[in-house]
Nanobody, 123 residues
Framework: VQLVESGGGLVQTGESLTLSCTAS????????MIWVRQAPGKAREGVAGIGSDDSPHVATFMKGGVTDSSDNAKNTAFLEIHNVKPEDTAVYYC??????????????????WGQGTQVTVSS
């Protein structure tokens, strides 16, 4: 399984940003996936994800600020971040697991990770 994130870059506060996660040898349909970010000097934290039962999950600190979706035909998942703030500056990763039932915020439970894409929000 290979995951490639894209869509990061420099954005202004208040703008929206869409990140993509394209998978090879893996289909998102029926499997769990998660978006994780790591800000400078901080630990990785889960942002949002979709469970194996298609249930949506959004971290409390991102409520109302993200839209998580996937396009099975393109084998790509998307994370749209609305109204970005400087504190959203981080490297954003996607991760998936073939065996997970449901969803987990425990990052150690996720098997496959992408290389990450940098998002920098200027004030």
């Amino acid at each position: 399984v290979q995951l490639v994130e894209s869509g990061g870059g420099l954005v202004q506060t208040g703008e929206s940003l869409t990140l993509s996660c394209t998978a090879s040898e893996f289909v998102f349909d029926g499997h769990a996936m998660i978006w994780v970010r790591q800000a400078p000097g901080k630990a990785r934290e889960g942002v949002a994800g979709i469970g194996s039962d298609d249930s949506p999950h959004v971290a409390t600190f991102m409520k109302g600020g993200v839209t998580d979706s996937s396009d099975n035909a393109k084998n790509t998942a998307f994370l749209e971040i609305h109204n970005v703030k400087p504190e959203d500056t981080a490297v954003y990763y996607c991760a998936v697991d073939k065996q997970m039932y449901g969803f987990s915020w425990y990052l150690g439970a996720w098997t496959y990770w992408g290389q990450g894409t940098q998002v920098t929000v200027s004030s």
